[in-house]
């Protein structure tokens, strides 16, 4: 048996795959709260984090019915870029910072002009830098808490972090450290000088964790971890990744050209390269994958936490809010949302607020509105897709993953938008799936069965047949003039 467990925005899941049947045998989940306010602020204490996996494994164990010893290795995957400092104890200083916190805009917009600008940043680095890295959370922390920062020894990364509880070592791997700011994605090291300009107290170069690769392994777990989550200390800890990253693993995403979509609490879109990218647009998010090669990625903060507001502003429930989405027309009767509920990092908007356009007496439905903000986050990510297109060659399958793919009429709005077959998969877990992998691939390497993340991912990712759409291309031509029309406002409305 091998465990992934992903820590999301919302919640943590905790999967069982069994390796002699191939397939999942259970999965636990349990939930976080989020500390938010109207500045930007999106913070979440550490503690939630270990308190929710502790619950979310046991229930996945209860559920198989399966025997602690037989849980041979653990991969964890983590929302990225949140900054968890730890004193020279190991204590956690302070709330983590989250990926979509965006309070921290200002420090983010200064670093960038110390560094020259974003087309600057990007040849420096290998990727962009958008204000949910962690470079900007750091600097916020030296000029409004200066007293706390001086006392950290360790910076860390959320799934990093969750490693650090079970095995006691504070370690990084360059998928996660691709989102920082402050490492080199192609070199695949630390920029020791870009850490002393965002920090010239030199307290971030000193904390600065080692780097490991996602398939190697971290330790086995400590004698507490393992008794709190109800397994043994040979139960072993992979490396892996942030989520990003080890949803793109979990999807298949490990070989030239493969691309993966997910929407869930944020929209995202990896596109695998064997080869780094030295042309790539200068807004674009480059990882280290987790199996080798690079992740050309759109991320947008706004995707089913958006359609959630909407959700909640009619009151419904989930089922009746996705019924509601083919219950419109393409297009929504003319009604466009720009759905920057909590700002935007693609296109980089921090600050911006939401925008709804096309209203008249006949089109203002509950139907439309659920419609179109269904349709937002599709033609969010298309912003950034046409970005990657410039360097990539067009992918010919979308693997669909996340909450949001789980509505047929959303998928058939992403394979029309995109003009592009679209898939989900048999274990439709993304992060935790990718988790669940990496540890195998990990385990047996490491008992002399050599394998590869592709041959892993050959016998094990499977597509649901059932949940497969091709593009109408009617709709498709249709979507390619909406889509036009909805960048032609968004360039008018935010000077994008």
């Known amino acids: 048996m091998f465990m992934g467990i992903d820590c999301g925005t919302q919640g943590t899941k905790a999967l069982l795959f069994d390796l002699a049947a191939g397939k999942v045998v259970a999965i636990g989940h349990a939930p976080h709260d989020i500390i938010a306010n109207d500045n930007g602020r999106r913070e979440q204490h550490p503690s939630w984090w270990i308190e929710a996996m502790v619950k979310a ?106 490693n650090y509880w079970l095995t006691g070592r504070a370690v990084m791997e360059p998928g996660e450290a691709s989102g920082t700011g402050y490492f080199q994605v192609v070199e695949k090291r630390w920029d020791r000088d870009m850490a002393n300009l965002i920090d010239p107290t030199g307290v971030l170069e000193t904390a600065l964790p080692d780097l490991i690769g996602s398939s190697d392994c971290v330790g086995p777990l400590r004698p507490e971890a393992a008794a709190r989550l109800g397994l043994t200390t040979d ?74 507001s909407v959700q909640k502003l009619f009151g419904m429930s989930l089922d009746d809010f996705s019924q509601a989405i083919g219950a419109a027309p393409p297009g929504a009767g003319g009604l466009l949302l720009h759905p920057f509920f909590s700002g935007e990092r693609m296109p980089p908007l921090p600050n911006a607020t939401g925008t709804l356009s096309g209203m008249a007496t006949g089109n203002l439905t509950r139907e439309n509105l659920i419609r179109a903000a269904a349709e937002a986050v599709v033609l969010g990510l298309k912003w950034g897709f046409d970005r990657q297109m410039r360097t990539l060659p067009k992918p010919n399958l979308l693997r669909l993953t996340g ?32 988790g669940a992998l990496i540890a195998m691939l990990m385990y047996e390497n490491r008992h002399g069965r050599p394998t590869t993340a592709a041959e892993l991912s050959r016998r094990y990712i499977l597509f649901d047949d059932r949940k497969r759409v091709r593009p109408d291309p009617e709709r498709a031509r249709f979507y390619a003039g909406l889509y036009e029309k909805y960048d032609t406002l968004r360039r008018r409305l935010y000077g994008i």
Not at 113 to 132: C, D, F, I, K, N
Not at 249 to 255: I, K, R
Not at 264 to 291: C, H, K, R, Y
Request: aromatic residues 6%; contains cysteine.
């Open 57 to 162: 494994v046991r229930a996945a164990m209860e559920k198989s019915g399966c025997r602690p010893e037989a849980v041979k290795a653990i991969g964890c995957s983590g929302q990225q870029h949140g900054l968890v400092m730890l004193d020279r104890d190991g204590a956690v200083l302070r709330e983590a910072k989250l990926w979509n916190d965006m309070e921290t805009a200002p420090e983010n917009e200064e670093i960038h002009r110390e560094v020259g600008g974003v087309e600057a940043m990007a040849q420096r680095l290998g990727t962009s830098v958008p204000v949910g890295y962690t470079a900007s959370k750091i600097r916020w922390m030296l000029r409004h808490e200066p007293d706390l920062y001086r006392k950290t020894r360790h910076v860390l990364l959320p799934h990093d972090y969750l």
């Open 235 to 308: 139960t072993l800890v992979a490396g892996g990744s942030g989520d990003n990253v080890m949803g793109a693993f979990g999807t298949g995403g490990v070989e030239a050209g493969a691309a993966t979509l997910g929407l869930g609490t944020s929209g995202v879109l990896n596109i695998f390269s064997e080869q780094p990218i030295s042309d790539f647009d200068p807004v674009m998010q480059v990882f280290a994958g987790a199996a080798g090669g690079w992740l050309v990625t759109t991320c947008t903060v706004n995707a089913t936490s958006a359609t959630t």
């Open 403 to 434: 909450g949001g793919t789980a509505n047929p009429d959303w998928r058939r709005i992403v394979a029309d938008v995109f003009d592009c077959e679209a898939v989900c998969l048999v274990h439709d877990e993304g992060g935790a799936f990718g």
